[in-house]
């Protein structure tokens, strides 16, 4: 196995600035064939817990990748083709990884695990989790996440109300709304109610962006989603490329007006970005290429990376 199937990117991610993969499965490894999917349909559908790579080679991979001085990464995430807490080590894999980088560790999850003790367990060693909740109805969850016959939209909120109690890191809550699926007046406010419930730090509004696993998967306007952000409470955030946009900006930020900024006070991408009227990826960028150059560096605070002038 090549070490980059199992260590990828770094990507730049919307919701988590300059992210450096890992992929403890192979693909598509889920307990879930959701309609929006953008890997693709699900070809290991199972609940079942397991070593479905090599811990060990995990271990090395990730070794191996963290020796490169020129790698600039902001967060370390745990993610890839399927979902990540079906990997039975995943709590060593976590812990092996903060030997390694300062970087805040955040995993990727559906949420279908967390009413297993252990995998509340091992996911403790994060610093931030990344829940999905995207159905509380019965048939609205079979139709929209597809699950294995032993889930149910119930077990599947039961766990996630344990662990937002247990986990002393940030939780962030996405949500995708799919249009026709899970969009009704009575959904929505189920769904609202729910996360006002498990108070996560943030409610993240999401809805298809790229081509999904099934057609019937369509997307939700802007428009309507800000609509629906309101049942959500303050914590509510939409996260959809044509939302990011909308709050930032569509052109490519300069090198001095970032060093202008940050001579004054450091501070993160996605604020940089948004000082700037400036495209978020655009921003990644160039903030990438000024670390790189020595020009910059950065430092972690409440699991937030910042960056400042060297």
Known sequence: MRAEEIVFGPVKSRRLGLSLGVDPLLPKTCSYDCLYCEIGPTRFHTIKRGLYRATEEIREALAMCLKDPELHFEVLTF????????????GELLRFAKTLTDRPICVLTNSSLLWQKEVREDLLAADLVLPSLDAVSEDVFKRLNRPVPELSAAKVIEGLKCFCEEFPGEIWLEIMLVSGINDTDEELKALARVSQELSPNKIQLNTVDRPPAYPLAKPIPLSRLQEIAKLFGKK?????????????????????????????????????????????????????????????KTKRHENRLFYYVS
């Open 79 to 90: 993610a890839g083709s399927g979902e990540p807490t079906l990997h039975a080590e995943l």
């Open 236 to 296: 509510a955030e939409i996260i959809t490329r044509e939302a990011l946009c909308a709050r930032g900006g569509s052109r490519k930020p300069t090198e001095s007006e970032i060093l202008a900024l940050l001579a004054r006070r450091p501070s993160p991408s996605a604020e940089i970005a948004e000082a700037l009227s400036a495209d978020y990826k655009a921003t990644l960028l160039l903030l990438e290429e000024l670390v790189k150059k020595g020009k910059l």
